[in-house]
DNA sequence: GCTTGATTACCTACTAGTAGGTAGGTTCAC
DNA sequence: GTGAACCTACCTACTAGTAGGTAATCAAGC
């Protein structure tokens, strides 16, 4: 089984005329050209995986099932993730830090779930519906666990501010995601921690130690 | 003319019993759906402008050209708005705040200067290099622009804040994508001024004003 | 233990249509 | 008459998706 694979074609369809003047239209070769959802084929992860194209037809019909499976399998990932983050590390605040590690991590890795997700929120409009719902729902999964770290932050007098916990998750969002964004367009990893590290230290700030904002 | 094309095209691909059963492929199909470097085409534009594709490439021979050159075209567009901005609009804080209308302008309209920028960002390690340099040169000048109204409003002592002003320039940055990315992502336009409202107002308000941040 | 029959996973071969791009011709202003 | 702007007609490669077949697995039913 699984033998012949395409080399061994016998009369499928010859192209024209063909003979190897491969053009390299910018797209398909070479790693690291692809992203977002119209970023991706079928082929690409036929390719990537080993297996045909019809077969992951026969798994996923649609491109929009495949991509809206995908985004719930990375939302469940996250989810999971900052789950035991929550149960494993118990210091609100280093909570909020591990979070902010595992951003880093994504600056130059393109492929971690938290980044797909937020390219994808980037591409909202020209998503098909089963596919936005999904990233919506990993926006709002990421702000209600951030609410959850800087409420318990607060009852234990580790964290302050004077707007709502709900309010200040979606700051302390937008912040990583202007971050990340920033870090990519300027092709500068350290811009990340110039944008966030001053509103965790503000979190902290006036918590009894009087640290300058 | 335009007569013969593919329909009339003499032996080829009669296919097996697929009348008009329309399946609606989900892309090209409807308004609202493209955006991005993957996410338009020629024939697109081609379209869009009446004129024909063959023709839009005698005018920009590739598709990174093409882009570039609209990016360029943003950026120039983004940098006289700005400079007019600064020119008619006085005070430091309201130029700020004419920014950030622009950006609310953003949040409906995907097509806007800013925006095509920001998302092009978000694609950055896919996009040919002279495609992705121009992004940056992009973002290097909203960033130099903040730094220049931070640095007046303070010297008019109009703004307080502890960083360089080049920092706060890239907090604010961020703080703007990160909230347009969140108000799309959960579809919820209030979003943005939740998230970004505050970090005028700390700009501000140790101005005298004592406002509590 | 065998044979069924359904289910599953995967395959080859194909389809219509679209992608970026090219060849070569026409039209028109300078 | 030169050159830019625009055209028709075409190209190859790739897109999502389909048709239909093959081999393996597994639960009956005998």
Partial sequence: MRAGL????????????TNDLGKDTGKGSGPGRRGGYNGFSYADISD???????????????????????????????????????????????????YLGYWQGCILDAFQSFWVCAMLAGEMQMLPEDVASRVRAH????????????????????????????????ILMASVHGAMLSARALGDPNIFLVIVSPRIARLRAQNGQARPE
Same sequence: chains 1, 2.
């Fill in 6 to 17: 395409t080399a061994s074609r016998p009369g499928g369809r010859q192209q024209h005329g």
């Fill in 48 to 98: 990537a995986i080993g297996i045909r194209k019809a077969s992951i037809h026969h798994h996923f019909p649609t491109k929009a099932e495949l991509a809206a499976v995908v985004v719930d399998r990375y939302t469940q990932q996250a989810q999971r993730g900052l789950k035991s983050l929550s149960q494993q590390v118990p210091a609100p605040a280093e909570q909020l830090q591990a």
């Fill in 139 to 170: 926006f709002r999964n990421l702000a209600g666990w951030l609410t959850s770290i800087l409420k318990a932050g607060t009852e234990q007098g580790k964290f302050q501010f004077n707007k709502l916990p709900e309010e200040e998750a979606q």
